[in-house]
């Protein structure tokens, strides 16, 4: 039987205890009581299955009747570094692509990204949208959502901590392959590039050349910057998780 999930880090025996949105969501919203049992993730790998003990107001104290924890994966990882996109857009490309498998998120500044108003805890609601993408997909994993970093800076960086990654660009070019056309080997870290609406730059082409970036052309139709970014996830992480079948 499956168990109603929840977010709780730290996992640690004998006993846990939820709060705020997840305790609210347990007793205020499901009506779970003294003596249920429900599923713990800490979004880090691990996964136990846990019976409230006590409802106190604004938490739920729980005790831990078993647990197990995966290794992070350390091969055949998909890495998305997107433009920012406007308003809610991001939020939902963060959403989508946790349910998908991505590993990682970037959000990024190009030249051509149209500027974003400041808006308040921006870094926590991309946590919090990954972490529900991740509850409602059964993932193990909530993917790392690094604060929003220019383009140059971004790249290298990504080339120093994954030094035998695949670079992809998704492109409109006509000398653009379809992904299916390059497939990688088994276990081969991906990192996608996904630039904004009003295209790169020559600069910033160059430095993507410079760095081996194969180009890939999902559609023949113009796409917007979260559906570009989904698009090109599900083909990566699709064909991944076949190859580990």
């Known amino acids: 039987m499956k168990h109603r999930r929840f977010y709780c880090s730290p996992i640690s025996r004998p006993q846990v205890e939820l709060t705020g949105p997840e305790a609210h969501h347990a007793v205020g919203v499901l009506r779970h009581r003294e003596g249920d049992r429900i599923e713990l993730f800490d979004g880090a790998g691990t996964q136990a299955l846990a019976q409230i003990r006590a409802i106190r107001p604004g938490s739920v104290l729980l005790d831990v009747l078993e647990s197990r924890t995966a290794p992070p994966p350390a091969a055949g990882r998909i890495i998305l570094a997107a433009s920012l996109a406007q308003g809610e857009r991001f939020d939902w490309l963060i959403e989508k692509c946790t349910e998908l498998g ?44 690094d604060p929003p970093g220019e383009f140059a800076g971004v790249l290298a960086g990504l080339r120093d901590e994954f030094p035998a990654g695949r670079i992809l660009l998704a492109s409109p070019a006509g000398r653009a392959r379809a992904p299916w056309q390059d497939p990688p080997a088994t276990g081969v870290d991906q990192i996608a590039f996904v630039g904004p609406e009003g295209g790169l730059t ?28 989904v698009a090109l996830v599900a083909l990566l992480c699709g064909n991944r998780d076949a190859g580990d079948r």
């Open 102 to 145: 991505v590993d990682r998120i970037y959000p990024l500044r190009f030249a051509r990204t149209i500027k974003q108003g400041r808006r308040p805890n921006t870094q926590q609601r991309y946590r919090q949208r990954a972490i529900a993408a991740a509850k409602q997909s059964r993932r193990l994993f909530v993917p790392a959502v």
């Open 202 to 229: 020559d600069d910033e082409e160059g430095l993507l050349e410079a760095a081996g970036a194969v180009p890939i052309r999902l559609t023949d139709t113009i796409l917007r910057i979260e559906t570009a970014a």
